[in-house]
């Protein structure tokens, strides 16, 4: 009889083939390899080129490799509606193969810290009532160096109250219940933000919990990430919070109008600038004192 895991860890990985993007890779996985707790399984579903994860594979005999078909061409010109289906399509194979009755998410050039899968997991083992846990963040710059800490709201009274503001959910640092996943949904590709609008439907389903503690090395892309998605991302975000003041029963308060007006001001700002607001908004404005970045 194979042994099941307590959890699988679920990663996604777009291999371009650039020698930057897998040496990100290799120390991502490389963090979840070398964790202080031993009863996991990577789940790794990879799209683009095959030979390096094929190869990184083999470091473990914890990492069960798929793959999928995607064209392999530059990612920053893949239309948005394409790139969203090609993220949920791997989220939601990495789900769909996942043994574990814990689901550890784990981006590819994120670094988790040594204890994070033994903290995550005794936090769920000591809160039965608690769906989902994710924590604070160490904040790295592309070369590694620690540039922040990203704090977070804590309990789920919080948490859902703020959903109508932005994402109060850590998406690289989170476990879950597999079956709580699950029965949201899973990943839908005509939503967006797409982690924002699972966890919208988790939130429906069972109760949230950030730990103060960072578990997870979270990497700051140059010029913003998706920045150049801006405006479709905070038109579906608008409408995730709509759907999370529906489905959780949320009444809509000047705060939360503040915070979006503030949002939507941001758009006309240069990347660099844009970025240094929202994370100031979210971290002064909306958590308060506990934010260091």
């Known amino acids: 009889m194979v042994k099941v895991p307590q959890i699988s860890v679920m990663l996604p990985f777009y291999d371009d083939g650039t020698s930057e993007v ?9 963090s979840i390899l070398h964790q202080t707790f031993e009863d996991f399984e990577v789940v790794l579903v990879v799209s683009g080129k095959k030979d390096f994860a094929e190869k990184q594979a083999r470091r473990s005999k914890k ?20 790139k969203v289906q090609g993220i949920v399509t791997a989220w939601n194979l990495c789900l769909r ?9 784990h981006a590819y050039d994120d670094i988790s810290v040594p204890n994070r899968l033994e903290t995550q997991a005794e ?15 160490i904040m790295i710059d592309m070369a590694g ?13 919080e948490i859902r109250r703020h959903m109508l503001q932005f994402n109060p959910v850590p998406s690289p640092s989170l476990a879950a ?8 949904g899973g ?45 479709p991302l905070y038109l579906g975000s608008l409408r995730v919070k709509m759907r999370a003041a529906k489905l959780l029963g949320l009444s809509v308060g000047p705060k939360d109008i503040a915070v979006n007006m503030l949002q939507f001001i941001s758009l006309f700002f240069p990347n660099s600038i844009r970025r240094t607001v929202l994370e100031k908004v979210r971290g002064k404005i909306v958590i308060g004192n506990r934010a260091s970045i």
């Open 63 to 82: 990492i069960r490799l798929f793959f999928f078909e995607q064209e392999n061409r530059d990612y920053k010109k893949i239309p948005l509606k394409e």
């Open 177 to 184: 219940r597999t079956s709580i996943i699950r029965k949201a």
């Open 22 to 30: 897998r040496k990100k890779f290799s120390e991502a996985i490389g």
């Open 145 to 157: 160096k620690e540039i922040g800490i990203r704090k977070v709201l804590e309990v789920d009274g």
């Open 123 to 137: 936090f769920l083992r000591l809160h039965p009532e608690v769906g989902a846990v994710g924590s604070s963040m």
């Open 97 to 105: 193969h996942a043994r574990g009755k814990v689901a550890a998410f």
């Open 187 to 231: 990943f839908r590709a005509d939503e967006i933000p797409e982690d924002y609008d699972l966890y919208v439907r988790m939130a429906a389903l069972a109760k949230f919990h950030n730990l103060q503690q960072p578990l997870v090395k979270y990497r700051v892309h140059a010029g913003g990430g998706v920045s150049i998605y801006r405006v």
